[in-house]
């Protein structure tokens, strides 16, 4: 342990991740403005004195006067964040009033976000006198004041958090010996991610943003689990391993920013950043695996054709790499709070070693896959899928070997493991299931949906797919039939591309248009690819099909039993599957001596790789 300790102090990475972080925080405290001497006159006239504006318990409701000093520095914002509750009535900078009728009124009683104010046409360098005044109608009160860093020292942030950020992940993956193109790629996909988050508030594009930031709230107070009554509204139904995560996170920055829910989502998108990239590694291994897997079957052809087959995975490697860590949808659920980004790390992370004990058969890899399986079933119940693919590479392998018993004893302590999480999952619904208070084991009751949200459920919803719609609407619309909603491929493909959202850019709009008809042609191209495979290419890739067919079989069971639009965020890790069956697409047709078409695959790739990161920086 002390060597342990002593190489990780020898570390130059250290002290440059050390002096980066110091930079950081250094650089964040000097933009705000200081704050001090504030009292605070109650509705009965009692006056108080506090040491710093916040929330705190209300003694009486009616109205509040707040009054303090904020000092200007020489690098101090003059934008400031104003987040009351319940409602501040005026704001008064050395005796001028301020102009609040420009606030909408929603915002002068959120206690959330509040309202952001640019106060440089009133402040002064050095002290300033500061007063407000706000309602109260009991429990919480208070006023919470921090500046917006802004201009420079917010592009030094972000540029110095990117540094940490690169010279970490380098260290990692340098401990972890990747190779180079992983790492390359990696730091690409990290570097698109850092700007999409940097442009892309918690509340913009999310999915039930306050259900999942309550659930890691009420953990972070309770530490125990509900109890099993809630979950029958908000997030609770959910498992709890992300919750505990983000209750952590959500701890830790209440150390720093006790009620400014705003840095405190900001922190909650730096952990979806993280798990959002452990899941570009374990899928970008994945797909090398693949690749390298390739290269070892092929050897028993002749010398000439192992030399081309080997070139094109070294090459090929980089462009379906680029394919699967830059695919839009991938990036734009990347800093989204919810328990989706730490389901996609967890689940590509049990299938690469999934794919590894397919490939050696070591107990090992069986053991990882299991319990990071487990993981991933108690961060999200999409997670049992693991289970079944799991399920028949175990029945397969002990059908080809023969070794009955062998295969037996080794899956007792994975099946114990899987069970223990599914039970984790799904005894809370069950529960509630057997006492009439849920509708169904792991979808809330349609009854509760409304109508708007309903789609057909005939054979004709699933067995067509309108191409012109698809390429032409750059965007889908969960309450829109002109954009293909009624249609299952056209709303889960268009949402596989850029969810459920839209995007006001010109470039984004046009760049929308131009990855879906490459994703068209893309798929056209496996579809023939697959034609052209046999069956030790289909051997290959067997635990990334398993893993796609499940994962489609799934959402369609649930368009099936529950006619609304199933977005495709819940089967995102099967990109992991349609890049794989896309690098085996061109490597086939190298194989066969088709050279144009692994050409044209190529090609196809590119546009759509390049398409997609026009439209990913279109968004600023």
């Known amino acids: 342990m002390r060597q342990v300790f002593s190489s990780f102090f020898r570390s130059k990475t250290v002290y440059v991740l050390i002096t980066l972080a110091i930079l950081f925080v250094s650089t964040l405290k000097i933009t705000q403005p200081k704050l001090s001497n504030f009292s605070l006159i109650a509705p009965s006239g009692n006056l108080l004195q506090i040491d710093h504006p916040g929330f705190m318990q209300s003694p009486e409701s009616g109205v509040y006067r707040l009054s303090g000093t904020l000092t200007i520095k020489k690098f101090s914002t003059e934008i400031l964040r104003f987040i009351p509750d319940d409602e501040i009535l005026s704001l008064t900078v050395n005796g001028q009033p301020i102009n609040l009728n420009i606030i909408p009124d929603h915002l002068r009683k959120d206690y959330n976000r509040g309202f952001t104010y640019d106060l440089s046409s009133y402040l002064n360098d050095g002290d300033n006198k500061v007063e407000m005044v706000y309602t109260d109608q009991g429990g919480l009160m208070g006023i919470v004041i921090s500046g917006e860093a802004h201009g420079v020292p917010l592009g030094l942030m972000y540029l110095l958090g990117t540094l940490f950020s690169i010279v970490l992940s380098l260290k990692v993956l340098g401990k972890l010996q ?35 930031i309550g659930y890691s709230e009420y953990l972070s107070k309770h530490w125990m689990p509900p109890p099993v009554d809630y979950a029958t509204g908000g997030a609770f139904f959910h498992p709890p391993l992300y919750y505990y995560t983000g209750a952590l996170v959500y701890r830790t920055t209440q150390l720093f920013e006790p009620h400014n829910k705003v840095t405190i989502y900001r922190a909650q998108q730096m952990l979806s950043l993280f798990y959002s990239m452990g899941f570009v590694l374990c899928g970008l291994l994945i797909l090398n695996e693949l690749l390298n897997e390739y290269q070892h079957r092929l050897k028993t052809q002749s010398r000439a054709e192992i030399s081309a087959i080997k070139s094109t995975e070294s090459s090929l490697f980089w462009l379906m790499g680029s394919l699967f860590a830059f695919w839009p949808v991938s990036i734009i659920h990347s800093v989204r709070i919810g328990n989706d980004p730490m389901l996609y790390f967890l689940f590509s992370a049990s299938l690469y070693f999934i794919v590894r004990w397919y490939r050696s058969d070591q107990k090992r890899h069986l053991m990882l896959a299991s319990i990071i399986g487990a993981a991933a079933i108690v961060t999200k119940a999409n997670g049992e899928i693991l289970v079944a693919v799991l399920g028949v590479i175990g029945l397969f392998k002990m059908i080809k070997s023969g070794e009955w018993a062998r295969y037996f004893k080794m899956s007792i302590a994975p ?61 889908t619309d969960p309450y829109d039939d002109r954009m293909g909603r009624q249609f299952f491929w056209n709303y889960l493909g268009k949402t596989g591309l850029f969810g459920e959202f839209k995007y006001p850019s010109l470039l984004s709009t046009n760049m929308a248009v131009v990855c879906s008809f490459f994703a068209v042609l893309m798929l056209l191209y496996c579809v023939t690819g697959l034609y052209h495979m046999g069956r030790q290419d289909i051997a290959i890739m067997a635990p990334i099909l398993l893993s796609g067919f499940f994962l489609w079989a799934g959402v369609t069971y649930m368009r099936m039993t529950f006619p609304a639009n199933i977005d495709f965020r819940y089967i995102v890790p099967i990109l992991i599957t349609f890049c794989g069956l896309y690098s085996a697409s061109i490597l086939v047709f190298e194989r066969k001596g088709i050279i144009r078409m692994a050409t044209i695959g190529k090609t196809i790739a590119f546009a759509f790789i390049s398409s997609g990161i026009l439209f990913i920086l279109g968004i600023a």
């Open 178 to 212: 990747v190779a180079s193109p992983i790492k390359v790629i990696f730091i690409g996909a990290l570097l698109i991610r850092i700007f999409y988050f940097s442009v892309t508030p918690a509340d913009v594009r999310d999915h039930d943003l306050g259900d999942h």
């Open 415 to 475: 099946v114990l493991i899987m069970f223990v999480a599914v039970a984790i999952t799904v005894g809370p619904g069950l529960i509630l299931k057997l006492e009439g208070k849920r509708d169904k084991l792991y979808i809330d009751n349609i009854d509760g949906l409304s109508k708007a949200n309903l789609v057909g459920n005939t054979a004709a919803n699933y067995f067509w797919f309108d191409a012109k719609i698809f390429i032409t609407e750059p965007y």
